[in-house]
């Protein structure tokens, strides 16, 4: 028995609700399935869901080629101990055509490596909703979002038209060419996560706590060296930085902040202590105004 | 507290954070009229409250110079219209959920938009809250607006309200004016069921009676804002309310494992407990409460869970499991009060579901009785109803439902109405009245039975789930049927 307040009580059986919610209502539903902290309790509210029964859904990874090496290891491992069964989505055109973030604005590679390839895995697989991890303490626009989010044909989101959810009821019945995305997370903040991971003793990778990793520092943000693909400018050289991240993404494109919080305790003590938010670590999110509502009416999570 | 007192939990959870603090949460709404103010009062709030981080600081400091208002520096509204569209034409589009804590609580801010296109949009709002600000601009005092959100908070269930009396140095501090549009809200709120109802003057622009007090308002000794939400209490449940839980899956397992799984709505179960279902009235016992985490012995309001009980009842989702003594009625017929939510207007022959707790239910038949006039409060007869009015109506059911009244149990006394064709949400309501078996079968009414859907159902045999596909695939006929105007009913010959 875990010994979870009932603030986070209330935030899992909320969670586990809509859960079962959607899976009652949806007929092929998925979870993406990120491999970073929010995926890590996402995971385990659906677990928790359906036990003693299986997953009655499949997970999507959509894996850009460009996340770090410890989040890959982490992900197989998971998969395997877990028996689950795992979709893998990579835009396999793009990364012939050598789409990659160090050449291509964050918007243009955000939008081919992980909208188009998400839509991609989306509509081969036929899934009518897709259970993701968002929550609305992260960003401005994410504020705004219903718990079941209606996408229209393309999976495009318009603001102006989101259904109304009142109490508890969730409307989970389509239109035509609708397809949904569920977000059983939607009340959780950042420090509930850390809270909830630390209470419900779950594992997470590795990137989480502060280690001696090899760094560069650009514009003003460290990034660490995971591979001999990031271009080295004339005369640079990775630096041994005690680094940690917030959130997980592409390596080239989230940066790490300095750090000795290396364990769960310190992690969670800094995080409630923190005086920036998490997505300032997000390259992508600051690439132009109103950023993530665009890329969220183009069908990005 | 005492040290010693301190269980378990609070001490593992002190660990983690130093101050001791109520474990509630208060669900806090903002609304009125348009420009009244309300995205300013709790981007002020959220400021001075500490609910804003450096980075979201910088970014709001940098925004503001684009959009400097009334010879403030800051423009605190950016911190809550997170939409483009929102921040391009300076309104509120859509409600904002934001989350902070003090040193005392937590909260949940959803601050809903003003405008009267936008009144869905805030009835999703208040529906999921505890307590309500209703936000009046001093120099206009109670609007038409303002009563409707009033109308709107008091149908969801909001129990708690408190008046704002906002831009407060526009009207050079006059206690004489704040007084008479206080005693004009209170006027208004007789209408209502509120039990708690408050009034603070406040200018969210210079913060005034949000988190500091006021030096231009000596006249006012009552708490500010943020001291008045510190100490008022979050919505608490009837004591020994009677046990319900709408049945959402059925979890099936290894060793013939066949579980209910659901959220408790209401009240308490133990292991040993008889339970019955509302629909058939066949009873069982309660033999394990399942969690991942293991066995519970007992399960109340809010927790989600799977039960496992001694005898198979045969029953799937939309189902609702009860006590046996205090249950749900079992109905066909029910009376409601609504807010209606979608740009088409009621049609009285259009194909319309009910979605209760975890069921979905045909409509037979539906009629408006009265509508509430906003100037009045009042009641009028009618047999239209629009976007955003406040309607009484009847509605006749295509097969009977568990149902409870709003006011004893909200969580089972709830419906929204959804267009079969669409799928969207047209309106929200609460139960009124309900009656068994007052859904007569007229000559113009074609029943749906085993007879009828034979040819159709041909591969369905007895197993639970050829069962629940059978009532799926007998509502889709129904809403077919429905929605060209042939009215139906299921028969549920079990």
Same mark, same amino acid.
């Given at each position: 028995?875990?010994?979870?307040?009932?603030?986070?009580?209330?935030?899992?059986?909320?969670?586990?609700?809509?859960?079962?919610?959607?899976?009652?209502?949806?007929?092929?539903?998925?979870?993406?399935?990120?491999?970073?902290?929010?995926?890590?309790?996402?995971?385990?509210?659906?677990?928790?869901?359906?036990?003693?029964?299986?997953?009655?859904?499949?997970?999507?990874?959509?894996?850009?080629?460009?996340?770090?090496?410890?989040?890959?290891?982490?992900?197989?491992?998971?998969?395997?101990?877990?028996?689950?069964?795992?979709?893998?989505?990579?835009?396999?055109?793009?990364?012939?055509?050598?789409?990659?973030?160090?050449?291509?604005?964050?918007?243009?590679?955000?939008?081919?490596?992980?909208?188009?390839?998400?839509?991609?895995?989306? +509509?081969?697989?036929?899934?009518?909703?897709?259970?993701? $991890? /968002?929550?609305?303490? =992260?960003? @401005?626009? #994410?504020?705004?979002?219903?718990?079941?989010?209606?996408?229209?044909?393309?999976?495009?989101?318009?603001?102006?038209?989101?259904?109304?959810?009142?109490?508890?009821?969730?409307?989970?019945?389509?239109?035509?060419?609708?397809?949904?995305?569920?977000?059983?997370?939607?009340?959780?903040?950042?420090?509930?996560?850390?809270?909830?991971?630390?209470?419900?003793?779950?594992?997470?990778?590795?990137?989480?706590?502060?280690?001696?990793?090899?760094?560069?520092?650009?514009?003003?943000?460290?990034?660490?060296?995971?591979?001999?693909?990031?271009?080295?400018?004339?005369?640079?050289?990775?630096?041994?930085?005690?680094?940690?991240?917030?959130?997980?993404?592409?390596?080239?494109?989230?940066?790490?902040?300095?750090?000795?919080?290396? +364990?769960?305790?310190?992690?969670?003590?800094?995080?409630? $202590? /923190?005086?920036?938010? =998490?997505? @300032?670590? #997000?390259?992508?999110?600051?690439?132009?105004?109103?950023?993530?509502?665009?890329?969220?009416?183009?069908?990005?999570? | 507290?005492?040290?010693?007192?301190?269980?378990?939990?609070?001490?593992?959870?002190?660990?983690?954070?130093?101050?001791?603090?109520?474990?509630?949460?208060?669900?806090?709404?903002?609304?009125?009229?348009?420009?009244?103010?309300?995205?300013?009062?709790?981007?002020?709030?959220?400021?001075?409250?500490?609910?804003?981080?450096?980075?979201?600081?910088?970014?709001?400091?940098?925004?503001?110079?684009?959009?400097?208002?009334?010879?403030?520096?800051?423009?605190?509204?950016?911190?809550?219209?997170?939409?483009?569209?929102?921040?391009?034409?300076?309104?509120?589009?859509?409600?904002?959920?934001?989350?902070?804590?003090?040193?005392?609580?937590?909260?949940?801010?959803?601050?809903?938009?003003?405008?009267?296109?936008?009144?869905?949009?805030?009835?999703?709002?208040?529906?999921?809250?505890?307590?309500?600000?209703?936000?009046?601009?001093?120099?206009?005092?109670?609007?038409?607006?303002?009563?409707?959100?009033?109308?709107?908070?008091?149908?969801?269930?909001?129990?708690?309200?408190?008046?704002?009396?906002?831009?407060?140095?526009?009207?050079?501090?006059?206690?004489?004016?704040?007084?008479?549009?206080?005693?004009?809200?209170?006027?208004?709120?007789?209408?209502?069921?509120?039990?708690?109802?408050?009034?603070?003057?406040?200018?969210?622009?210079?913060?005034?009676?949000?988190?500091?007090?006021?030096?231009?308002?000596?006249?006012?000794?009552?708490?500010?804002?943020?001291?008045?939400?510190?100490?008022?209490?979050?919505?608490?449940?009837?004591?020994?309310?009677?046990?319900?839980?709408?049945?959402?899956?059925?979890?099936?397992?290894?060793?013939?494992?066949?579980?209910?799984?659901?959220?408790?709505?209401?009240?308490?179960?133990?292991?040993?407990?008889?339970?019955?279902?509302?629909?058939?009235?066949?009873?069982?016992?309660?033999?394990?409460?399942?969690?991942?985490?293991?066995?519970?012995?007992?399960?109340?309001?809010?927790?989600?869970?799977?039960?496992?009980?001694?005898?198979?009842?045969?029953?799937?989702?939309?189902?609702?499991?009860?006590?046996?003594?205090?249950?749900?009625?079992?109905?066909?017929?029910?009376?409601?009060?609504?807010?209606?939510?979608?740009?088409?207007?009621?049609?009285?022959?259009?194909?319309?579901?009910?979605?209760?707790?975890?069921?979905?239910?045909?409509?037979?038949?539906?009629?408006?009785?009265?509508?509430?006039?906003?100037?009045?409060?009042?009641?009028?007869?009618?047999?239209?109803?629009?976007?955003?009015?406040?309607?009484?109506?009847?509605?006749?059911?295509?097969?009977?439902?568990?149902?409870?009244?709003?006011?004893?149990?909200?969580?089972?006394?709830?419906?929204?109405?959804?267009?079969?064709?669409?799928?969207?949400?047209?309106?929200?309501?609460?139960?009124?009245?309900?009656?068994?078996?007052?859904?007569?079968?007229?000559?113009?009414?074609?029943?749906?039975?085993?007879?009828?859907?034979?040819?159709?159902?041909?591969?369905?045999?007895?197993?639970?789930?050829?069962?629940?596909?059978?009532?799926?695939?007998?509502?889709?006929?129904?809403?077919?049927?429905?929605?060209?105007?042939?009215?139906?009913?299921?028969?549920?010959?079990?």
């Amino acid at each position: 028995m875990t010994a979870l307040t009932s603030h986070l009580k209330l935030l899992e059986a909320e969670s586990i609700h809509i859960f079962r919610e959607a899976a009652a209502q949806f007929r092929t539903p998925v979870l993406l399935y990120s491999i970073g902290k929010d995926s890590t309790v996402l995971l385990h509210l659906a677990r928790k869901a359906f036990w003693p029964a299986k997953l009655p859904f499949p997970l999507l990874h959509v894996d850009t080629t460009w996340k770090f090496r410890e989040m890959i290891a982490f992900r197989d491992r998971i998969v395997a101990e877990m028996g689950l069964d795992l979709i893998v989505q990579t835009n396999h055109d793009a990364v012939a055509k050598n789409i990659n973030p160090f050449d291509y604005p964050p918007s243009v590679y955000t939008d081919i490596m992980k909208t188009q390839a998400l839509r991609k895995g989306l +509509d081969d697989g036929g899934f009518d909703a897709a259970f993701g $991890g /968002a929550r609305r303490d =992260e960003e @401005a626009s #994410r504020a705004k979002e219903r718990v079941f989010s209606f996408r229209a044909n393309g999976h495009t989101w318009d603001p102006r038209l989101q259904r109304p959810e009142m109490w508890q009821l969730l409307n989970g019945r389509l239109g035509k060419d609708e397809t949904v995305r569920v977000f059983p997370m939607s009340n959780w903040t950042e420090a509930d996560i850390w809270r909830y991971i630390m209470l419900e003793q779950l594992e997470v990778v590795p990137l989480y706590f502060a280690k001696e990793r090899p760094t560069v520092e650009r514009d003003g943000q460290l990034l660490m060296v995971d591979d001999d693909r990031i271009p080295m400018k004339p005369g640079e050289q990775p630096v041994m930085r005690k680094v940690r991240f917030r959130t997980l993404g592409c390596y080239p494109l989230t940066a790490a902040i300095e750090s000795e919080a290396e +364990d769960l305790d310190a992690v969670v003590t800094e995080t409630l $202590g /923190a005086k920036v938010s =998490e997505r @300032a670590g #997000r390259l992508i999110d600051h690439d132009e105004v109103g950023a993530m509502e665009k890329k969220k009416r183009e069908g990005y999570f | 507290m005492s040290v010693a007192a301190l269980s378990e939990t609070q001490a593992v959870e002190s660990a983690i954070r130093p101050a001791a603090k109520s474990e509630s949460i208060l669900h806090l709404l903002t609304c009125g009229s348009v420009d009244d103010g309300k995205s300013t009062l709790i981007g002020r709030l959220l400021w001075d409250a500490a609910g804003v981080t450096d980075d979201q600081r910088a970014q709001i400091m940098h925004a503001s110079h684009g959009r400097a208002m009334n010879g403030e520096k800051i423009d605190f509204s950016l911190l809550l219209d997170g939409l483009v569209a929102e921040r391009e034409q300076g309104i509120t589009i859509d409600i904002a959920w934001r989350y902070f804590e003090t040193e005392s609580r937590r909260y949940v801010i959803i601050d809903s938009p003003g405008h009267e296109q936008y009144t869905r949009n805030m009835a999703t709002g208040a529906s999921h809250a505890d307590i309500a600000v209703l936000l009046v601009d001093a120099r206009h005092g109670v609007k038409r607006q303002t009563r409707r959100h009033a109308a709107i908070c008091n149908l969801v269930g909001i129990k708690k309200v408190i008046l704002a009396v906002n831009k407060m140095d526009q009207i050079d501090w006059s206690e004489e004016r704040y007084r008479a549009i206080e005693a004009d809200f209170r006027a208004i709120a007789d209408n209502f069921s509120f039990t708690d109802i408050a009034s603070i003057p406040v200018a969210a622009l210079t913060g005034a009676n949000v988190v500091a007090r006021s030096d231009e308002m000596p006249w006012y000794a009552g708490p500010t804002l943020l001291e008045y939400l510190e100490t008022v209490e979050a919505k608490t449940e009837a004591q020994d309310a009677p046990f319900r839980m709408p049945v959402q899956l059925v979890l099936r397992g290894d060793n013939d494992f066949r579980g209910y799984a659901g959220t408790v709505t209401s009240g308490t179960v133990h292991v040993g407990d008889r339970v019955v279902d509302a629909r058939s009235g066949l009873g069982a016992t309660l033999q394990r409460i399942v969690t991942m985490t293991g066995d519970l012995t007992s399960a109340s309001s809010g927790d989600a869970v799977t039960l496992l009980l001694d005898t198979d009842l045969d029953i799937s989702r939309g189902a609702v499991l009860t006590e046996t003594e205090r249950r749900p009625t079992n109905a066909d017929v029910l009376e409601a009060r609504l807010v209606w939510l979608s740009e088409k207007p009621f049609d009285p022959e259009a194909g319309y579901l009910l979605r209760t707790a975890t069921d979905l239910t045909p409509v037979t038949s539906m009629s408006v009785s009265t509508l509430i006039d906003f100037e009045t409060l009042s009641s009028h007869q009618a047999h239209d109803c629009g976007m955003n009015d406040i309607a009484d109506c009847r509605i006749l059911l295509g097969r009977s439902t568990a149902l409870d009244l709003f006011s004893d149990l909200p969580l089972t006394g709830n419906f929204v109405l959804v267009n079969a064709l669409d799928g969207a949400t047209v309106a929200g309501g609460v139960i009124t009245w309900v009656q068994t078996g007052a859904a007569a079968v007229g000559d113009n009414v074609l029943v749906l039975d085993r007879a009828r859907l034979a040819s159709l159902c041909a591969d369905l045999g007895d197993s639970p789930e050829d069962k629940a596909e059978y009532d799926r695939r007998a509502q889709e006929v129904a809403i077919l049927l429905r929605s060209a105007g042939i009215p139906v009913l299921i028969a549920t010959d079990r």
